[in-house]
Every structure is written in C-alpha cells, then in structure tokens.
C-alpha cells in the first residue's frame, strides 16, 4: 500500500541515524532546553493577551443557531 | 482544477453586554464593514443581494421538500427582514427589548462585495461566502479574505462609542451545543450519479479531518465530558444523507441549488468541513477534495465502504493518537491515515494518467497538492512536530499541552477553554492561530499582500470577476446581485436591468475586463454587454 512505500525514506533515515556517530549527550540536552525555552517564551507570550477571566469568558460564549 | 468557493460563519459575541441580541449584532457586523465599503466607494451605495434563484428545498436526490415540512432555518431562499417581529419571534420579546427596537428594520443584512463575496446575516451569526475560485489556493486567499473583513468590521465597530465592543471567531462551536457551520461548495457534472458521491466521498469525509480538523477542547455535543478532539464538528452529525443543515446534520448534504446552468452542474454543499485559519489545513482540505470528485466522475474512487459513518467520524475525531481502526464493510479494518492513504494512491494514479500531476505540464496545482497531502499523511504518522506546524489541531494541541505541563492543567479547566476559543479569534493581537502565526509556527500557503488583494478584488477566472467589478465600478447602480445575476438599475432606463451570469467560468477578466476598460458609466457598458451599440473599433 502507498502508506507503506511513503515510509521508506523515514526507515532510510533511522539507518542512516544508526550509523552516525553518537550525538554527545550535552548537545542533545542543549536542543531539549532550547525548545522548552521557546514553549515558555510562547507561553508567557500567550498568558499576556489571553482574556482575563477564563471561567466567566469561556461560559458567556454562547452562540444562538447555526448551520 | 475546479470551481469551488467556502462559506465561514463566525462565532459572535459581546463581553460586556451578555444580553445582546446576537441577530441584531450581526446586523450591525454587516453594517459597520458597509460603512467601510461606502467610504471606499466614494459614496457608493451597497449592493444587496438577489434572491430570486435561492432553491434551499431542492433534494440532489430528485424530489423538492414541501415548504410546510421544511424547519424555518431551511428557508434561505426569502430575504431575512430583521423586523421587531422577527426578532422577538426567535429570540424572545426580552432580547429584543433589551437591544431597542429602534435600530431593527433600518439594518442591513446583505451585501455583496467588490471581491465578488456575499456579506451577511446567516440566523444569528455573521457570514462570508467567498467568491468562486479555481483552486485551492486561490481559495485559501479569498477565505482568508473573510477573515480581514471580519476583522475590519470589528475593529470599525470597537471604534464607535455608542456599541458595545464585539468579538469574532473562526470556530464552529459554543461547548455547549451549538454549532455553526464553515462550508464548501464544488461545481459537479449534472451527469455524476449522487449515490456515486456518497460512496465515494462518505469515507473520505469521515477521515480527511485527521490533516483539516482545526482541533476542540471537550468531547459531545456539550462538552460534558472533559478531553480533546480532532474536529470542531464531528460530534454534531447525526445523519449519512440529508437535506437540513441546522438539525440532524447529515455527512453528506443533499441540497441542490446549483447556481448555474441546472441541468449542466450541480454545486455540492459540503457542511462537514470544521472552519480553518491555518493555511495549509484549508489548503488540503479543498485541495484534496477537489481531486476525490475527479476521482468519482472517473470511476474510480476506492471501493471502500465504513461500516456506521457516524460513529466512525466521531471514533475518528476522539483519537488523536491516530491509532484506532475503523470496520468496513468488507470486514478489514483500517486507521483513518491508512483510508487516507487509499485516497491518495487512487489520486495520484488518476492524475498521472491524466496527465493533470505533472509536475511540468500539468494543471498547475495538483502535483503539488499530491506532495503536501503525502508529506501530510507521512507526517502525521512519524514525525509529529513536523505537522504540528501546518496541521491546525495538532498545532492547537501543543499549544495546549505546553499549558497542561507547565500549570498542571486538567482538561475541563476553563483556561484550556479560553486557548481552544480565542485560538479564533480574528484579531491578530487576540487571537492565538495569530500570534503562533506571527512566531513563525505556522506555515503560509499565500502571504499577507495576496490577501489584503482579495479583500478588494475579485479571482480574474471566474464570474465573481463580472460580479466583483461590477459592484465596484458601478456601486450606484448595481442594486443586487447573487451567485448568478447582476442588476442594474441604470438612469434613463425604464426598468431593472437583469445579467444572469450562469456559467461559473465565463464572466472573466479574459472576456470582460475590456469592456470594464472602455466603459466609465453603467448605461454605456449595459448598452455593449447588451448588443444594444456596436462596440468602438479597436484601437
């Protein structure tokens, strides 16, 4: 099936991964934090426009009709 | 590819004043981006529209439904009157009074605009039908066109001191059962039989949301029972087949209006599709679909069948992890991306053969759909946070997960609740899908100045050009116009003046766009679209 043959060129990849040099621990760690400080960053960003009363917001939403 | 176009309703609502009449705000949503337009059209009066070819009854199944069996939301076909009367009847006599009853009745609900687009009140949300277009990017751009106007009448309406501030939102539903629709339309061969589109589309239906849903906090109807899904819509169909779009919502929607020659096309309504801000999600979503109708007028959609669809849609849309298998009726069972997969092999097959997916000489857009739909598929199997960047629920989901790690965050906490909300809202500095948008964390399929085109102008390949051009070029004296008519009110001339523009791809800037260069004034340019003077020798 085409869903199988798509997944090829992942597999290469994972073979290609096994006979790399293993990555140095730290570097891997480094990546990890990076990213995690981008989803705070993200996060605080966000805390900053989201409306101000969550519950009372969420629960006055309400939408009369609709296709 | 195709004619094809999208409708978005918007999710309305007013924080400081609760008890706003949600038809009477959609109104003044209607009016506030008339107000604009007039401004821009130097004192241009608006265009309403034509209803004289609406058929909301018609079954593509081969009957009419009787009008006194019709529920009241069927009939679209008569010009909403937002009268006292009105009002109160839907909404209540307390609402209305709430609201004034002054301003009901002077409101506009209609307009159509100089990109060829329809403005208006759809029950009791705001509505933008988009113009006809030919692809799916092109129908990214006049959707995401919508949403500027959205924003445009939100922000004219936030600067006026006498309304209370209202928010829009590109969502489908309240939580607490109510949803609203965002749907598609696509020009079809009369010829095709409709029971060949059930069986070849109701799989796909069922599945494609796994790469288009736009992702929602709660799981039923009233979000009673905490979680996330896939799909904004999925838990409001209760039907295979049907004509309703407001009750019993069925995966495939009978409603024959075609808006064009009727014994030539057919216009399929889909009502299932959830409303989409990321681009690539809304891409795929027409994109794909387009290439299952070719796929259904050749034959050669896969012959596959689920067993129960509705249960399945749902099963589908509750399964972020992508794993559950689906029975059809030939007793496999496969996942949602392995039907999508079948979907895929059987475009690809056909587009080759055609000669369409060339990558060199074909149409243009369908090898590159056929990539992204792999990439998509392939990505949403194993390599998630490369999807997250395109897929709109994945994207919603980290989001969201980033909060539940972070703050320890159950799902029924209603902050999880704000985020799925104001994901949509149409402000860039509010809404979430804008400010992942802003950071890069979403993948653009057109940029910003090709949007801020289609807000004010028409596609150049089909009719909505004639129809855009006209509104804007001759605002006094075009009084209504609908998918498939102008009219002209032009001075000197005894009565209305009727263009019906029936074929979707004539009306062109190829065919037209002279005539709209050689003409200033209404009267000459209906006088040589009429025959009625021979045209000025070329120059």
């Known amino acids: ?29 480094a990546q990890a934090s990076a990213a995690t ?17 969550a519950e009372e917001f969420v629960r006055a939403f309400v939408q009369k009709g609709g296709q | 590819m195709r004619v094809m176009g999208s409708e ?35 004192g241009g009066a608006e265009t309403r529209w034509d209803y004289t070819d609406e058929e909301p009854l018609h079954d593509a199944r081969g009957w009419t439904l009787e009008r006194n069996q019709a529920d009241p939301s069927q009939l679209t076909d008569q010009p909403p009157v937002l009268d006292a009367e009105a009002v109160a009847l839907a909404y209540g006599r307390e609402e209305l009074e709430q609201d004034g009853e002054d301003e009901a009745g002077s409101l506009l609900m209609n307009m159509v605009l100089g990109n060829g687009a329809r403005l208006y009140v759809d029950h009791a949300h705001p509505e933008y039908s988009s113009p006809e277009v030919t692809n799916p990017v092109d129908a990214v751009a006049w959707d995401a ?3 500027m106007v959205a924003l445009s009448a939100v922000r004219r309406m936030a600067a006026d001191p006498q309304l209370p501030p209202v928010n829009l939102y590109k969502n489908n539903t309240d939580n607490k059962s109510v949803s609203y629709g965002s749907h598609e339309n696509y020009l079809m061969p009369r010829a095709v039989p ?17 790469m288009c849903g736009a992702g929602r906090v709660g799981l039923g109807q009233d979000s009673s029972r905490p979680g996330y899904q896939i799909s904004q819509r999925a838990d409001f169909f209760e039907a295979e087949v049907g004509l309703e779009t407001t009750i019993r919502r069925p995966i495939i929607n009978t409603r024959d209006e075609p808006h064009a020659t009727a014994d030539k096309y057919r216009r399929l309504h889909v009502i299932i599709g959830d409303a989409n801000l990321s681009q690539v999600a809304n891409y795929l979503k027409f994109g794909t679909t387009a290439m299952v109708l070719s ?71 369908t090898h590159a759909l056929l990539e992204r739909w792999a990439a998509t598929l392939t990505d949403l199997d194993s390599d998630r946070t490369a999807a997250s960047s395109s897929v709109e629920w994945l994207a919603k989901l980290s989001l969201l997960e980033g909060y539940r790690q972070r703050d320890g965050l159950e799902w029924n906490d209603a902050r999880l609740g704000l985020v799925d ?9 509010k809404g979430l899908y804008y400010r992942m948008l802003a950071r890069n964390r979403m993948e653009r399929i057109v940029d910003d100045e090709t949007i801020a085109r289609a807000v004010t102008e028409p596609p150049s390949d089909t009719r909505a050009y004639f129809r855009g ?17 102008v009219i002209f009110d032009v001075p000197g001339r005894g009565r209305l003046q009727r263009v019906p523009t029936r074929e979707p791809l004539r009306g062109t800037e190829a065919l037209t766009g002279g005539l709209f260069a050689r003409h200033q004034d209404a009267g000459s340019f209906l006088a040589e679209l009429l025959g009625q003077t021979p045209p000025p020798p070329p120059a």
């Open chain 1, 1 to 29: 099936m085409a869903g199988q043959e798509q997944q090829q060129p992942q597999s290469r990849e994972d073979e290609f991964d096994d006979d790399a040099p293993a990555t140095p621990p730290a570097s891997g760690d």
């Open chain 1, 37 to 53: 400080q981008g989803v705070d960053d993200l996060l605080d960003e966000i805390d900053g426009v989201l409306e101000s009363n």
């Open chain 2, 8 to 42: 978005t309703e918007y999710g309305i609502h007013a924080p400081s004043a609760p008890g706003a009449n949600a038809t009477m705000m959609s109104a003044r949503v209607i009016q506030a981006y008339a107000q604009l337009t007039r401004q821009r059209a130097a």
């Open chain 2, 145 to 147: 066109a919508g949403d």
């Open chain 2, 194 to 210: 409709f029971g060949d589109i059930v069986r070849g589309l109701t799989p796909f239906f069922v599945t494609r949301q796994i």
């Open chain 2, 295 to 365: 796929l259904i007028e050749a034959g050669l959609a896969p012959r596959v069948e689920v067993h129960e669809p509705v249960a399945a849609l749902q099963a589908v849309s509750h399964d972020t992890s992508l794993s559950a298998t689906l029975r059809l009726l030939d007793g496999r069972r496969v996942t949602a991306l392995d039907l999508q997969w079948m979907y895929h092999e059987a475009a690809a097959k056909l587009a080759q053969d055609t000669g369409v997916g060339d990558a060199v000489d074909g149409d243009g857009h």
């Open chain 2, 421 to 429: 909300l104001q994901w949509a809202d149409v402000r860039p500095e």
């Open chain 2, 469 to 485: 051009r006209c509104v804007s070029s001759f605002s006094k004296d075009v009084v209504g116009a609908s998918w498939d008519s």
